[in-house]
């Protein structure tokens, strides 16, 4: 029974069976989902942020390395019509850190104008450690959202600080009506 079987289903040198494999084959792996395309919104907010990203880490990556602080400052300053242009009227805020998360500037300066250690948080350590472009939201505590994409400073493969933009969320719905979902599936690093 099992060689009429056999022989129907695989004719009778056996030829069927190593087709129906390659076959299969063929389906697990060429057929895997993709990535939905970005909306435009969502596509032009990746561009932008890259390019600034790009920008702040050329003109940082010396002061950085140097842990000068007047020179990160000017940086950052230097950077600032740039970083206006990419979300007009828009509260956001360019951090700066060292390779252990230590903040070392942040631009506009606010309140004391002191920095934050946001070396225990989250998306910071997973930053450092995959030298990688990462995003994650946040919540404040008035219940508002921030989306924040932080970006490595490595020069010669040695990761000496990060940069980080935070945009409130409400702010760029406004401006690329990015929803929450789009801005935690894009991905910086291609």
């Not at 350590?125 to 946040?138: D, E, G, L, V, Y």
């Not at 009506?177 to 935690?184: A, G, S, T």
């Amino acid at each position: 029974m099992i060689n009429l079987l056999r022989s129907s289903f695989c004719g009778d040198q056996g030829r069927l069976g190593p087709v129906l494999l390659i076959s299969a084959l063929i389906l697990v792996f060429g057929c895997q989902t993709r990535e939905a395309p970005l909306s435009p919104g969502a596509a032009s907010f990746k561009h932008e942020i890259k390019s600034c990203l790009t920008n702040l880490s050329a003109t940082l990556l010396e002061p950085v390395a140097k842990r000068d602080l007047a020179g990160i400052k000017a940086a950052l300053e230097k950077a600032e019509s740039p970083a206006v242009k990419l979300c007009r009227l828009c509260p956001f805020e360019i951090g700066v850190t060292d390779q252990s998360g230590e903040t070392l500037a942040v631009y506009p300066v606010k309140g004391d104008g002191k920095g934050k250690d946001y070396s225990s948080y989250e998306l910071v350590i997973k930053a450092i450690k995959s030298k990688k472009i990462q995003q994650q939201r946040f919540f404040l505590q008035d219940g508002s959202q921030l989306y924040l994409v932080c970006a490595p400073l490595i020069r010669q493969d040695t990761l000496i600080g990060l940069v980080a933009i935070a945009i409130s969320s409400e702010d760029a719905t406004k401006r690329w009506d990015l929803k929450e979902k789009e801005f935690l599936a894009i991905d910086f690093n291609t």
